[in-house]
């Protein structure tokens, strides 16, 4: 069973920029699909960006495509989301999550879709 921890989440003003962290522990990460999702509150957790267990595949929501980018390192078992631009409707928790199967093609595009889930890291945008 993996572990999901995030890291990154802040208060930060519109316009200005967070990078996330997802470090993966219990096993390696490298063989299996990774997305971000968001929360805010009062509204259903919704998909943000993906990343394919090769890396190749690189997908994002319309609300934050051109703003934010994912990208992961296999040798550090760890998946970054790179948020610039930030607007005040980016404020959410955020949360990292994963396959318990590995290798598994198709893009994330609910989060019923993944089974392993870190606690999340809020992130706050004033206006």
């Known amino acids: 069973q993996v572990q999901l921890v995030e890291s990154g989440g802040g208060l930060v003003q519109a316009g200005d920029s967070l990078r996330l962290s997802c470090s993966a522990s219990?096993?390696?990460?490298?063989?299996?699909?990774v997305g971000w999702f968001r929360q805010a509150p009062g509204k259903e957790r919704e998909f943000v960006a993906g990343i394919s267990w090769t890396g190749s595949t690189i997908y994002y929501a319309d609300s934050v495509k051109g703003r934010f980018t994912i990208s992961r390192d296999n040798a550090k078992n760890t998946v970054v989301l790179q948020m610039n631009s930030h607007k005040p409707e980016d404020t959410a928790v955020y949360y990292c999550?994963?396959?318990?199967?590995?290798?598994?093609?198709?893009?994330?595009?609910?989060?019923?879709?993944?089974?392993?889930w870190g606690q999340g890291t809020q992130v706050t945008v004033s206006s």
């Open positions: 999550a994963t396959d318990s199967l590995p290798a598994r093609l198709g893009k994330y595009t609910d989060p019923s879709e993944a089974d392993s």
């Open positions: 219990g096993r390696t990460f490298s063989n299996y699909r």
